[in-house]
């Protein structure tokens, strides 16, 4: 599986920005990608999360009511879009997802809590200045 983001850059607080993760390379139907974020500084956490059967999307607390995570199917792409954007958003944005041989409800919630066997993508750096 590969991973690949895109969409990062310079925004200003108050903006939105819309990530790209487009993923290639998955041997199963049945997957979850999930957006993840570290600032400087800060350790590494989960933002939202998608799987390939279900619209319904996975949210950390952190940043519910400003996220909105997405699927294209048809170009394999999982969008993430952050608004309003704050200046403790900067950050490196990574994309990461898990596969299995079946479907499950809680492949989301087993990709936050198992980050080390998923596969990343290399990150895409968001600076919100104010």
């Known amino acids: 599986v590969q991973l690949v983001e895109s969409g990062g850059g310079p925004v200003d607080a108050g903006g939105s920005t819309r990530l790209s993760c487009t993923a290639s390379g998955f041997t199963s139907d049945y997957y979850a990608i999930g957006w993840f974020r570290q600032a400087p500084g800060k350790e590494r956490e989960g933002v939202s999360c998608i799987r390939s059967t279900s619209d319904e999307s996975f949210t950390l607390n952190t940043m519910m009511g400003r996220v909105a995570i997405a699927r294209d199917d048809a170009i394999n792409t999982v969008y993430l879009k952050i608004n309003p954007l704050k200046t403790e958003d900067t950050a490196v944005y990574y994309c990461?997802?898990?596969?299995?041989?079946?479907?499950?409800?809680?492949?989301?919630?087993?990709?936050?809590?198992?980050?080390?066997?998923?596969?990343w993508g290399q990150g895409t750096l968001v600076t919100v200045s104010s």
């Open positions: 990461a997802a898990v596969s299995y041989s079946s479907d499950s409800v809680s492949l989301c919630q087993q990709l936050f809590q198992r980050p080390d066997v998923a596969t």
